[in-house]
């Protein structure tokens, strides 16, 4: 365990964006064998299942595509666990009517977590906090304390880049939420003069501020380094027809923001602390302590770039559970793919979960005998 933990770290120690593709790959792949190995050992269920479908043995692996995938819709099935150690069970769902997923959480991988998040956000905001105007409710206000609670939860790791925070929505005396006017007044002030970060998820910056006429700061010259941080909700929106051009265009209506500066972050919770960032409407950027490949739908085998398909996302992070190596429902394609003093550069789109594709997503389409 020592040994993996402190292979992570050390590549946790690079820069986020600039390590030269060669070393990279081979950091994460001594890591990932370990992983490997490691939840052999620790997880019953993750043994049974690597023997069952005769993987390759993890001394013999040399690329990416050598790396075996559990498809996401597995953690709402089973309950996997590879530490003895006092676990925080993290639950969540996607669509509605959905089974929940359970992410068995311990302090070593929890702290992992930090440190990877924390080191891709500071590189985003050049090193420096700043202060973070949330569009939510403040926690403690909360009236529906499991609802609010959960949204906290998914953007409270966001919030250790914050120098201050202030809550841009409150309750009014009907429970009904609203726009914390002092708090806004203290936004139209601050946002003349200094760098600040409007964070929240997408769907709340859409109903609460991009849908609000009290939000209209388009005359008002910000910093050229304020963000706008946004992250989930897009199911919510893509009900109402909003497409990310549209969400873009509704920004830049309301504040005098470049559009690099508005930040989609991609991630969930089967590989928490790993999250990928798009700038307007760019693709969302790889860093150095993850990796992907693209698979057919139907073939699972590695398309060209630019093709779509299923996302297997590799992540160094995950020790208590066995999530390094992750077949998800989502559908994308690698957008761009460059090599600038050989280092990497590698950006994907997202289609979220097609229906528009015969398959309904991988946990429909896999054998039943790849299951655990």
């Known amino acids: ?21 060669k070393i990279k ?24 299942w690597y023997k069952k479908n005769y ?19 597995i953690f709402k099935m089973v309950n996997l666990k590879s530490s003895k150690s006092s676990i925080k069970i993290i639950s969540s769902s996607g669509s509605a009517g959905q089974k929940k997923s359970t992410i068995n959480l311990d302090s070593k991988t929890s702290n992992l977590q930090k440190i990877c998040l924390g080191k891709i956000l500071s590189s985003t905001l050049n090193n420096k ?17 499991s609802t609010i609670s959960a949204r906290y939860a998914g953007m409270s790791g966001y919030l250790m880049a914050a120098s201050s925070k202030h809550y841009l929505l409150k309750l009014d005396k009907d429970k009904n939420i609203i726009v914390n006017k002092k708090k806004f007044f203290e936004l139209k002030k601050i946002i003349k003069s200094e760098p600040i970060v409007i964070i929240g998820y997408t769907f709340m910056l859409w109903n609460y501020l991009l849908q609000n006429d009290e939000f209209n700061f388009r005359k008002i010259l910000c910093h050229e380094e304020t963000k706008i941080i946004h992250f989930g ?4 929106l893509e009900k109402k027809s909003v497409t ?15 559009s690099a500066n508005i930040l989609d ?18 693709g969302c950027k790889v860093t150095s302590y993850s990796h992907l490949l693209i698979r057919d739908p139907k073939t699972f085998k590695i398309v060209k770039d630019g093709n779509i398909g299923f996302i297997q ?27 600038i003093n050989n280092v990497e550069k590698i950006e994907f789109k997202v289609h979220s979960r097609l229906e528009k594709l015969e398959s309904r997503g991988c946990g429909d389409t896999l054998p039943a005998h790849y299951y655990i």
């Open 25 to 48: 790959k081979k950091k994460i792949l001594d890591i990932l064998k370990l992983q490997i190995q490691h939840h052999i050992k620790n997880c019953p269920n993750y043994k049974i």
């Open 265 to 282: 972050i991609y991630g969930f919770s089967e590989q928490l602390g790993t999250i990928y960032i798009s700038k307007g409407l760019d």
């Open 129 to 145: 906090r700043r202060v973070f105007f949330i569009v939510d409710i403040e926690p403690i206000e909360s009236f529906n304390q």
């Open 244 to 258: 990310k051009e549209n969400f873009i265009k509704e920004i830049k209506k309301k504040i005098n923001i470049k």
């Open 55 to 73: 993987f390759i043995k993890p001394e013999k692996i040399v690329d990416y595509k050598d790396i075996p995938y559990l498809p996401s819709a």
């Open 313 to 339: 996302f590799f992540s160094i992070l995950p020790l208590s559970y066995p999530g390094f190596s992750i077949l998800n429902d989502d559908i994308g394609y690698i957008s761009k793919r460059e090599i």
């Open 233 to 236: 909700g897009w199911k919510k």
């Open 1 to 21: 365990m020592q040994k993996i933990e402190n292979k992570i770290k050390d590549l946790l120690n690079e820069d986020p964006y600039n390590l030269e593709v």
